[in-house]
């Protein structure tokens, strides 16, 4: 991939980055979305960044197949819409990008060594994506 995402600088000792591709369609139910009303399909190019200091059992900071299935097995070939998460905050990029951020997260805080995700990008086509980062 060799895809460029924006470096967050940080203090951690290990930073572990993943990507995926996944194909998904979904559609912005309101009119000033324009032509984005009508459901239409990308495939989605994400990176998770994950941090920490310390590895775990195996000498993981967090296994990458993992990650994967976290998202890619919940949103590969769905219409987004149809998820509960985004019943009341469209899937745009952006709503995405945080809707990831908080299941990872939600995974990393059930381990052992406790890694932390810094950022999620969400690139829908090749011109446009999305930074998350969660506040402190």
Same mark, same amino acid.
Request: hydrophobic share 35%; aromatic share 12%; charged share 20%.
């Given at each position: 991939? *060799?895809?460029?995402?924006?470096?967050?600088?940080?203090?951690?000792?290990? =930073?572990?980055?993943?990507?995926?591709?996944?194909?998904?369609?979904?559609?912005?139910?309101?009119?000033?979305?324009?032509?984005?009303?009508?459901?239409?399909?990308?495939?989605?190019?994400?990176?998770?960044?994950?941090?920490?200091?310390?590895?775990?059992? *195996?000498?993981?900071?967090?296994?990458?197949?993992?990650?994967?299935?976290?998202?890619?097995?919940?949103?590969?070939?769905?219409?987004? *819409?149809?998820?509960? =998460?985004?019943?009341?905050?469209?899937?745009?990029?952006?709503?995405?990008?945080?809707?990831?951020?908080?299941?990872?997260?939600?995974?990393?805080?059930?381990?052992? *060594?406790?890694?932390?995700?810094?950022?999620?990008?969400?690139?829908?086509?090749?011109?446009?994506?999305?930074?998350?980062?969660?506040?402190?």
């Amino acid at each position: 991939m *060799n895809t460029y995402f924006p470096f967050t600088p940080h203090a951690f000792r290990y =930073e572990l980055h993943k990507e995926m591709h996944l194909s998904a369609a979904h559609f912005i139910p309101a009119e000033s979305a324009g032509k984005c009303q009508r459901i239409h399909g990308h495939t989605y190019q994400i990176d998770l960044m994950i941090v920490g200091d310390e590895l775990d059992a *195996n000498g993981f900071l967090i296994d990458f197949k993992l990650l994967k299935s976290i998202v890619h097995d919940r949103y590969d070939h769905t219409l987004l *819409n149809e998820h509960p =998460e985004f019943r009341v905050l469209h899937p745009t990029t952006e709503v995405m990008a945080k809707t990831i951020y908080t299941f990872i997260q939600e995974y990393l805080d059930g381990t052992s *060594n406790k890694p932390s995700c810094l950022q999620v990008i969400v690139r829908e086509t090749p011109t446009s994506y999305v930074v998350y980062r969660p506040k402190k």
